[in-house]
């Protein structure tokens, strides 16, 4: 085998933890944004003292966690050099891409002749065609969908098509067809829509449920990401969560999907106990989707406390020469205006047993530093942008 520094990586993203404001916030209109910050305010201090052992507030002071003396982990931020601040762009990134043209968002609803094209093609009719909260729209909308079988479409402020619609309406196997049909429509470069999401539900008016069989229709890639190169050089890359649908299945050998943050824990656990060589890939969505975009920061801050308290559990399984990596792929402050993502800092955590040393990595200037580090690790071809740190790592 060839002789790595780390046999296995253990990456976890932290869907929208971000660390403070970006230098660019104010063309994205999220000047002051802190994502970490204002959750760690409104909840008097956050209590995550295993991240605090790892440095966390050696990046940025917040309230509840202490800067530990003596860190374990190598620390620092990273700023997203591509143009958006939305889920794929960030993880594109993060692998060795660089986005100039954002995805396209429709804050005013999608246009007729895309819908007509929808409508005309599925056989079903459709209501909603806003930007909504998922919740809130099966409130508005769950009985005359019910009553019609019209399918509720909707949007948000990132670069999505959803369509919600009830399991016993419409069955799960025709709501992924009919996603689909809306992923073909939507490659047209007038639309180019980011993901189209399946968004099944269950339950009576009034209480209407969303279920866990949600889908996601993503974009494949433009180029070549690290885990392409992973893959192709015969390493294996795990990915747990919605890894598989942000890189619509590109450069992964295994997928493990996940109903919450706390599954997503312990599949990562399940991979932990498991031999193999490459790099394990953990999305955490809950913290964006539940917490973030619904603007609610005591539950984010609960959330962030329970998966801090899952980290002894990994410390246990790393090995010697295993590394684990904690970030995120851009903010959403639950305190900051509107319901949209945020321009921040990700945090950078970079832990290993064999470390002797930790010490603050320089600020990345691009998520893809991390991809090329990862590459770098393996003697894979290293991408395009991004500059590896792996000698820093002692």
Known sequence: MPDYQYKRIFLIVMDSVGIGEAPDAAEFNDVGADTLGHIAEKMNGLHMPNM?????????????????????????????????????TGHWEIMGLYIDTPFKVFPDGFPDELLNELKEKTGRGIIGNKPASGTEIL?????????????????????????AAHEEVVPLDELYRICEIARE???????????????????????????????DYALKPFDRTVMNELKDDGLDVIAIGKISDIYDGEGITSSLRTKSNMDGMDKLVETLKSDFTGLSFLNL????????????????????????????????LLKEDDLLVITADHGNDPVHHGTDHTREY???????????EANELPTAK????????????????????????LSKLK
């Open 52 to 88: 605090a052992k790892l440095g966390l507030s050696h990046i940025k002071e917040i309230k509840g966690i202490p800067a530990d003396e003596k860190p374990l982990a190598y620390y620092g931020k990273m700023q997203e050099a591509s143009n958006g601040k939305d889920t794929m």
């Open 139 to 163: 409130d508005e909308l769950g009985e005359e969908h019910m009553k019609t079988g019209d399918l509720i479409v909707y949007t948000s402020a990132d670069s999505v098509l959803q369509i």
């Open 185 to 215: 429509l939507t490659l047209d470069e007038k639309y180019m829509v980011g993901r189209i999401i399946a968004r099944p539900f269950v339950g009576e008016p009034g209480a209407f449920v969303r279920t866990p069989n949600r889908h």
């Open 285 to 316: 969505v809950d913290f964006d989707a539940l917490y973030g975009h619904r603007r609610d920061p005591e539950g984010y801050g609960k959330a962030l406390e329970e998966f801090d308290a899952r980290l002894p559990e990994v410390f246990d």
């Open 346 to 356: 990700v945090p950078l955590i970079a832990y290993s047993k064999k470390h002797q």
């Open 366 to 389: 691009t998520f893809a530093d991390l991809g090329a580090t990862v590459a770098d690790n393996f003697k894979s071809t290293l991408p395009k942008y991004g500059t590896s740190f």
